[in-house]
């Protein structure tokens, strides 16, 4: 089993719509969540970061934590076709070190 | 504010080679991390430099090795290149008072191919 694990996609919505992205992770003592975007050919980028359980909202981004399931999700209201790009779910120990998920694949069709 | 960054940009070596990347973290950053991203796949952590010391490392051979320089700035070097070391290599700053859990912001990366 994977460290942290992420449908691998690909995740096809249409414009406008809400397009909902799942990981898990096996680490009880993991403390820090983040998602990351990373366009084809291009590094990652920090869209959201969440901590407590809940959610956390940003703009068309909300972030949802349950720790007692170990689940954090990525919801993106109004999807446009520009956010068509890889998500990453990273999580970090208290220890520093940040595992990643292979990412699912998000395409928004016009 | 300069974000994080990285040289060269590619780069092809062949089989038994050795090679250095460079990384300047983000203004205010004092700790750098690398990553290996094959592709199709996440980020796998390398290590993490902290005050010129390894603070942390993940599951690479010894081959992989490092430095972190007085300003912050960082070098990854990877003895004995072997075909499966092509990937993206990415190298990520953060604040380690950050009360933000560390968050990490990665530089344009140094895409590696070994032939």
């Known amino acids: 089993q994977k460290e942290v694990e992420q449908n691998s996609g690909p995740l096809s919505v249409p414009e406008g719509a809400i397009a909902s992205l799942n990981c898990t992770y096996s680490d009880r003592v993991s403390q820090s969540f983040f998602w990351y975007r990373q366009y084809s050919g291009k590094s990652p980028e920090l869209i959201m970061s969440i901590y407590s359980n809940g959610d956390k909202e940003d703009g068309r981004f909300t972030a949802q934590l349950n720790k007692a399931s170990q689940y954090v999700s990525l919801l993106i209201r109004d999807s446009q076709p520009s956010d068509s790009a890889t998500y990453l779910c990273a999580v970090r120990t208290n220890a520093g070190k940040s595992t990643f998920g292979d990412g699912t694949t998000l395409t928004v069709k016009p | 504010d300069a974000g994080v960054t990285q040289s060269p940009t590619h780069l092809i070596k062949t089989r038994g080679q050795q090679v250095t990347l460079r990384c300047s973290p983000k203004?205010?950053?004092?700790?750098v991390s690398w990553y290996q991203q094959a592709l199709g796949q996440g980020p796998q952590f390398i290590f993490q430099?902290?005050?010129?010391?390894?603070?942390q490392r993940g599951n690479f051979p010894d081959r992989f090795s490092g430095h972190q320089f007085p300003n912050y700035s960082s070098e990854l070097n990877v003895n004995a290149l072997l075909l499966g070391d092509s990937a993206l290599y990415l190298c990520?700053?953060?604040?380690?008072?950050?009360?933000?859990?560390?968050?990490?912001?990665f530089g344009p990366g140094t895409r590696l191919l070994v032939l």
């Open positions: 990520a700053s953060s604040l380690a008072r950050d009360r933000g859990g560390e968050t990490q912001y």
């Open positions: 203004s205010g950053h004092d700790t």
């Open positions: 430099y902290y005050e010129e010391e390894e603070r």
